[in-house]
DNA sequence: GTCTATATACGGATAGAC
DNA sequence: GTCTATCCGTATATAGAC
């Protein structure tokens, strides 16, 4: 009915949710300011309180942001890259650390950051961390399931733990790289994944229930060439 | 000489040390106040200024102690309770587990925290930082370079790469059950590593150049009854 | 070394005209 | 829906007596 309205009003607050996207990102939720944001998103105070409660109802709004774009934004075109499973968590990974070194190593996954930051307290934030946590493992989760299934994995691992640790050696790759200022402890810690996974692959057993490494019918190391050193 | 004003000294600069390495890591570094430091610590603002230059100084202070109470009161207290390398790494991460628990799940490790929130900007913060994760991983390392002497680790294992992960999986670990509020992705992390390091003892090379398990001398699944589910 | 009082800037949030 | 002006609390840091 009243389009042109809706639509000046979704820009708004599409600049301000950018805005703060961004500056939770790079400096964190509470050093981000409300002026920082007001002055990035070219809007004033006035329209920021018309469209969200207060502060903490934007990131309640960037995290939901955050979940809804984790295929469109973040793995379709990685899953687009390649169809191996093994590979595509790998690349997944990269991506990581591509963002990490295009950033000067200062940010790196802005979930993760504010799960560190934000006060207890504000449960509502921390369901939706969560959830973004959640959704990010279903999809290695789903990954490994697969590798399972073309027998590239025993199927006596626990994909749900091994979706889990991948998750871990991200945030923790990322948070060390932080503070070093490089992307060494990232490379090694994903290397230190790959030396799991490869020696995951090396014990499927075979058809004739013999151990041995002579299922890796794929090689992934390809994405190896990403990691420095 | 002056031994009483020293001490004296040492006693106030130290109230003042304790109260922002609690609140640092209960709140984070922004969010955690001088005022309420300075009321925690029984001391006023003047004493504060008389013993440090500024905030930023008394995190340095924190960080610094961090790094040389790493053994003393993290590590021998594990190392006394098991000679076993592997076991004492997973002893190690159960204690962040314990902590992670005592506290409903909020605080986890207080460097993580920092080095996640501090700006890009605080060079000597982060070299700080990096320092402490760099002492817990030469710890990790020793385990495992000991596992390896003892052929419980195939000698082509990276041990560097092996305990920069085992560091990932613990901060991982914590930052996702802050979120969750509770310890099952910790759990679900170390499990994943429990896991992968099952295997690489499972790979070890024996005397006669043959592959299998049987070289797993000694069980570490005593740990494991501290993880739920 | 410790105390109180205070400077000064900035935080998030609001009021009310348009 | 957008604008400007502004409230009021809190932030870190300082001054200067004791």
Redesign the pocket.
């Known amino acids: 009915m009243n389009a042109t ?2 639509t ?6 599409q600049r301000i949710l950018t805005a703060a996207t961004e500056l939770f990102h790079e400096k964190g939720y ?1 050093a ?6 007001l002055e990035r998103a070219q ?9 969200f ?4 109802d934007v990131l309640a709004a960037v995290l939901d942001r955050y979940e809804k774009m984790l295929y469109p934004e973040l793995l379709d075109p990685i899953w687009k890259a390649t169809k191996d499973p093994i590979e595509r968590i790998f690349r997944l990974l990269a991506k990581y650390r591509e963002l990490l070194c295009l950033t000067n190593f200062s940010y790196g996954c802005p979930i993760g950051r504010i799960a560190l930051e934000v006060d207890a307290s504000m449960t509502k934030i921390h369901r939706q961390l969560a959830a973004n946590f959640e959704g990010w493992k279903a999809a290695v989760k789903q990954c490994l399931r697969e590798a399972q299934k073309e027998r590239r994995l025993p199927a006596s691992v626990d994909c749900q733990q091994l979706a889990c640790l991948v998750l871990s050696v991200m945030e923790g790759g990322v948070m060390q790289a932080r503070s070093y200022g490089n992307a060494r402890p990232f490379d090694e810690s994903v290397k230190g994944l790959q030396q799991c996974f490869a020696t995951l692959m090396g014990t499927v057993p075979n058809r004739l229930g013999r151990r041995g490494r002579s299922r890796r019918r794929r090689t992934w190391k390809g994405i190896t060439g990403q990691l420095q050193s």
């Open positions: 309205v809706a000046n009003a979704i820009s708004t607050r509470t981000a300011g409300m002026a920082e944001i809007a004033n105070s006035g329209s920021f309180y018309y469209f409660r207060n502060k903490e």
